[in-house]
């Protein structure tokens, strides 16, 4: 994979994030280069922001970086790392990177927006930028042409101004809103649902995953969740709204409790949910991180694991990998790994090859848990 963007007789070198020796995945696509052929024709202004939104791995933030005052905006901590690190790599100034629920620069001249995955957060940013653009601000979003549906249009149209749409290039499509300020509203609360069975009520930020539902996933690992007075540290890997961590916690109240996601939205939701449903909520740390980097070795005696199978809108399993030989590393010897996973994904082969032994501890016609020891 050649990891070079060159458009307008410029270069940028573009590495997905962490970097990994052979990747086979491109840090930009089809989408932002249309944007950036678009917004050459632009006068910029150089005083007054531009504003990316879901940048991917900093693509779109290193090629304006120079050209005005970016403030990129993003739920995700990779997506933050990918993108300070594309910076440096390029020699390119910083530029301001702030979290979806930050408040906005005032009085930004354009908005470039990647259509995130989750229509939730798409609903909940198109809110909050017709609460703050001027009238006449220029909104451009861009995705995969497969990814913009007739009720993609209908959002934009509904929550932030009146649309129309680009022809289709290298099956990418861009998305042009007129902000209309009268149809500023307020920002939708995040959602709660109860989960009886458990006794857990779960309040969701508009980013998390399985926000609106419990994951199946999730339903059955829940279950199964191990309670023993040897568990002092455990760790929830990946935790969303925090629902394996929370149960872990309250099935063994001496143990600490931290939970991870490369989520902001998602460590928000899981710190309310400890508060909502933890009589001690500060038995339960949620730290934003990519997997365990920066872990003490040796430190845990419990990871509980429902990882993720894509990274932004490409399907892999490098991050299980990641997340098991980081949970390995993190383990006290004879410490647990329990993960939970699609039948199909064969977690079972990766975590034989690294711990030397598997077992499964539950199964239904979709899931299997499996548990491995160091
Ligand atoms: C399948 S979801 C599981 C969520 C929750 N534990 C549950 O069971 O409902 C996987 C989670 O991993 C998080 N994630 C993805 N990549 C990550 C990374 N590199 N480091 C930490 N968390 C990550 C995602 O944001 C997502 O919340």
Known sequence: MKPELNLHGRTLTLQRYPARTKETLQAWDAADEYLINHVQDMTLDPGRPILIMNDSFGALSCWFAN??????????????????????????????IIDCQAELPDNPQLVLLKLPKITRLLTWQLQQLCQKLPAGCTV?????????????????????????????????????????????????????????????TLTNHA????????????????????????????????????????????????????????????VASCLANAALNLPEPAQLEAIVNNCLTG???????????????HQQNAITDHIAWQMFCDAKQVLTSHGELIVIGNRHLGYDGKLKRLFGNVSVMA?????????ARK
């Open 140 to 200: 451009i979003a861009a995705a995969k042409a497969k990814d913009i549906h007739t009720s993609t249009l209908k959002l934009f149209e509904k929550n932030l101004g009146s649309t129309k749409t680009s022809l289709a290039v290298k099956k990418a499509r861009l998305i042009f809103c007129e902000v209309n300020p009268a149809l500023a509203q307020p920002l939708p609360a995040p959602l709660s649902w109860e989960v009886p069975e458990h006794g857990l």
């Open 363 to 371: 199964q239904n016609n979709k899931f299997v848990i499996y548990q």
């Open 295 to 309: 872990f003490k070795p040796g430190s845990a005696d419990l990871v509980l694991c429902n990882p993720p199978f």
């Open 207 to 266: 980013n998390v995953f399985s926000g609106d539902s419990l994951d199946i996933g999730a339903r059955l690992l829940l279950e199964h969740i191990p309670q023993h007075r040897k568990y002092q540290h455990i760790i929830d890997l990946g935790c969303g709204n925090g629902v394996i961590g929370i149960k872990a916690a309250q099935q063994n109240p001496q143990a600490r409790v931290i939970c991870v996601d490369e989520s902001y939205m998602a």
């Open 67 to 96: 050209q005005g005052k970016v403030t990129c905006v993003t739920d995700s901590f990779i997506a933050r790392q990918g993108c300070i690190a594309n910076l440096k790599a390029n020699q390119l100034p910083d530029v301001q």
